[in-house]
């Protein structure tokens, strides 16, 4: 796994999964970012390592929706 956050570059990060639940979850320890699919644990792996910095931006109060 990639060792660091795309959105903080922290290397705080935890992967888990659920096979009960049939769920994956990958989350940066220290900004919170992070998601959960209904995936394996090497599948939520490469997608967390596909993710570039600018699609996990945090919006300011004054962004707007789209």
Known sequence: MRNNCPRCDSECTDLDSSREQQVSAVMCLDCDFGF???????CIEKMWNLIGKESCAVMDEDDEYE
């Not at 959960?36 to 090497?42: K, L, Q, S, T, W």
């Open 36 to 42: 959960n699919a209904p995936v394996d644990e090497d």
